[in-house]
């Protein structure tokens, strides 16, 4: 009988109330875990049956992220591209404007335009250099770490404009047709000495246009995001006066406004030249607009990208939720009844811990 009372409370009882309250206690540190975190789990193995739902759906999300931030970016960097572009058409569009009457100016006011196309000249180049908020050039395609116009202060001592200044001061012994296609060559080169850029943008349209910037928007769907500084990015230009690139064309019109003197206004080779500038700048005003626009468009379009993949992560994101996220009410709820249940089954194991022998023989 004393045996029989001894085993049970020593190896019983005890025993069961024992394991049972570290079966309590595991499932307690569970549900503690689950209401900090909120999570069911913090790896897949805690995730059961889920797990797969978990293992599939996180690495969709981080590509998403990923292509949101991607988007984020190139918006960022297309719109200070744009902003840089308004003020570029601004000046094109006003020597545009000038070039219809320089013919019927004197020569004082020949040097005047002349001396603000010259600054002129200097400030597109400094646009050219524009930067975005991460510090990349914008107009300077793959190569953004390097600014695509070096020393753009410094483009009037440039070979690119001495070189078309000297075309343009011969222009009475050379003629008009002559000096045109003298500006066009110049400002068509890649040569170092002449062109005005960098070494990566002084190479031809077709290879910077096969490496133009472009942002991954899909798992097979990359996007052009860029304009650069010496090549037309979705346009080309037209014309029987063109570089093949706005930008060049607008750089040669002012190097070439910039080079003319008051010598020069009774030249009869003056005004041809002029009306060469001006049918050139024309052009080059058309494709810079249709340029821009295009790149607007890019905006608009990865904006709504944007809007898709947010939608696709809203889905994704519900169904992740419900494999291993749980319910903070429910949780909570079980958390509180648990703490009860070990309460309690610490109180079993003090009374049966109590018991000895003694209480249970005759006469005790």
């Known amino acids: 009988m004393s045996g029989s009372i001894q085993g049970v409370s020593d190896y019983g009882a005890l025993g069961i109330a024992i394991s049972s309250s570290a079966s309590v206690r595991t499932n307690l540190d569970v549900l503690t875990e689950q209401v900090s975190t909120g999570l069911v789990a913090n790896d897949y193995a805690g995730l059961g049956t889920a797990a797969s739902v978990s293992i599939s759906i996180n690495p969709l999300l981080a590509q998403q992220q990923a292509w949101?931030?991607?988007?984020?970016?190139?918006?960022?960097?297309?719109?200070?591209?744009?902003?840089?572009?308004?003020?570029?058409?601004?000046?094109?569009?006003?020597?545009?404007?000038?070039?219809?009457?320089?013919?019927?100016?004197?020569?004082?006011?020949?040097?005047?335009v002349a001396a603000a196309a010259r600054q002129a000249l200097q400030q597109v180049a400094g646009l050219l250099d524009t930067t975005d908020g991460s510090g990349n050039y914008v107009f300077a395609g793959q190569d953004s770490g390097n600014p695509p116009v070096p020393q753009p202060d410094q483009i009037l001592s440039s070979g690119f404009y001495l070189q078309i200044n000297a075309a343009v001061g011969a222009l009475s012994t050379q003629g008009a047709s002559?000096?045109?296609?003298?500006?066009?060559?110049?400002?068509?080169?890649?040569?170092?000495?002449?062109?005005?850029?960098?070494?990566?943008?002084?190479?031809?349209?077709?290879?910077?246009?096969?490496?133009a910037p472009s942002v991954r928007v899909g798992a097979e769907t990359s996007v052009t995001t860029g304009l650069s500084a010496s090549a037309n990015t979705f346009v080309a230009s037209s014309g029987s006066s063109t570089t093949g690139s706005y930008m060049r064309d607008l750089m040669r019109a002012l190097a070439t406004i910039g080079s003319l003197s008051s010598a020069q206004a009774d030249d009869p080779n003056f005004s041809a030249l002029v009306e060469d500038t001006r049918t050139s700048l024309g052009g080059a005003i058309s494709a810079m607009a249709a340029d821009a626009g295009a790149l607007g468009n890019v905006q608009s379009g990865l904006a709504d990208t944007k809007t898709t993949i947010q939608g696709m992560t809203v889905a994704l994101t519900a169904q992740l939720s419900s494999a291993q996220d749980v319910d903070q009410?429910?949780?909570?709820?079980?958390?509180?009844?648990?703490?009860?249940?070990?309460?309690?089954?610490?109180?079993?194991?003090a009374t049966l811990n109590g018991l000895s022998l003694a209480k249970f023989l005759p006469g005790a």
Do not use: C, H, R
């Open 178 to 211: 002559a000096t045109a296609a003298a500006t066009l060559s110049i400002a068509s080169s890649n040569a170092a000495g002449t062109s005005p850029f960098s070494t990566y943008m002084s190479q031809s349209a077709a290879t910077l246009a096969a490496a």
């Open 68 to 112: 949101q931030t991607n988007i984020d970016a190139a918006t960022a960097s297309m719109s200070v591209t744009q902003t840089a572009m308004t003020q570029i058409q601004s000046i094109a569009n006003d020597f545009y404007a000038q070039l219809n009457n320089l013919n019927g100016l004197n020569g004082s006011e020949i040097d005047s």
């Open 329 to 349: 009410a429910a949780a909570i709820s079980k958390l509180q009844l648990t703490q009860t249940q070990l309460q309690a089954s610490y109180q079993v194991i």
